[in-house]
């Protein structure tokens, strides 16, 4: 994958951020075919195959972490990791029923039974994998760094990321997320350094945008969507080579005594070899999948 991508119109920035920072909705149910597609993208969706008589499961997902999950103009969730999900369901013969609820408390919901899966960009760690069971990965990400190149006003373009942190002194990410930790360890040491925090992946490149912060850092799968949804502003991403590589894949109850787990994985590895998989990820990111 290329790793350089062009960024961003302030206008759009800022009309997308508007309509993606409001508070979790109480919980709401969308019914939805494996085949059903509320995206208003050029890229259609296949007609359904499922019988009338196919089985349900019940996806938890939260109404807004793009490009994994998000609300259309009804509330309807969409999304890549909806996406997904819907094509392996019709692989696999059945069908979902996707309820969106607060994060607060949704795993816990595979445990006791009200979710069967949960889609909403869940990344794969030690601790998780005590408490409930995985999919196979069906996409990885890392850490990268937003910058705008302006020479003029003494910002220029940086050939790898090292040199950009070294160079850059205001550094901003979410509030309350992995970012801090991740940027006080990449700074450590650094007495000229500020992290700057805010609400959302918008506002961090905002900041960058009005030259209040040299550098947006957060996880590179979600920047390089945000990066796809608008026009060229001459911001461009670099990612830390040295970050961890993460994992995202679909949860079920821990030790659930049914196929579903089976299901999912056999499901993924043949959208993946039929290319919808790839269809699905151009859609989401803008550019073909390298692997």
């Known amino acids: 994958m290329n790793h350089k991508w062009k960024v961003l119109a302030i206008s759009a920035l800022l009309g997308l951020a508007g309509c993606n920072q409001s508070p979790e909705p109480a919980e709401t149910a969308n019914a939805v075919a494996v085949s059903d597609s509320s995206e208003s993208t050029e890229v259609e969706a296949p007609v359904s195959t499922l019988p009338a008589d196919a089985p349900v499961y019940i996806v938890g ?41 607060p994060w607060q408390g949704l795993l816990d919901m595979l445990n006791s039974d ?9 990344v794969i760690n030690p601790e998780r994998e005590q408490k409930y069971d995985f999919s196979d990965p069906y996409l990885d990400t890392q850490w990268m760094g937003i ?14 990321f090292a040199e950009a942190v070294q160079q850059s002194t205001k550094f901003t990410t979410q509030a309350e997320s992995a970012g801090v930790p991740a940027l006080e360890q990449l700074l450590a040491g650094r007495t000229d350094a500020k992290i700057i925090e805010v609400d959302s992946q918008f506002m961090e490149l905002e900041k960058v945008v009005r030259n209040e912060a040299d550098m947006a850092y957060d996880i590179s799968r979600v920047l390089q969507y945000y990066s796809n949804q608008m026009g060229d502003y001459n911001l461009y991403g670099l990612v830390n080579p040295d970050s961890q590589v993460e994992y995202f894949g679909y949860a079920v109850k821990k030790g659930r005594d049914d196929d579903l787990l089976q299901k999912i994985n056999s ?3 043949k959208i993946k070899a039929d290319g919808t998989y790839d269809k699905i990820y151009t859609k989401w990111f803008g550019e073909a999948p390298t692997n």
């Open 147 to 160: 910058l705008q190149e302006n020479p003029s006003a003494g910002r220029p373009k940086y050939d790898n």
């Open 267 to 269: 499901g993924l590895k």
């Open 114 to 122: 009200e979710r069967d899966i949960i889609a909403t960009g869940v």
């Open 61 to 101: 997902t939260i109404s807004s972490f793009p490009p994994f999950v998000l609300s259309d103009e009804y509330g309807k969730p969409k999304g890549f990791d909806i996406d997904i999900i819907k094509a392996i369901g019709e692989k696999e013969g059945f069908a979902v029923q996707v309820i969106i609820s």
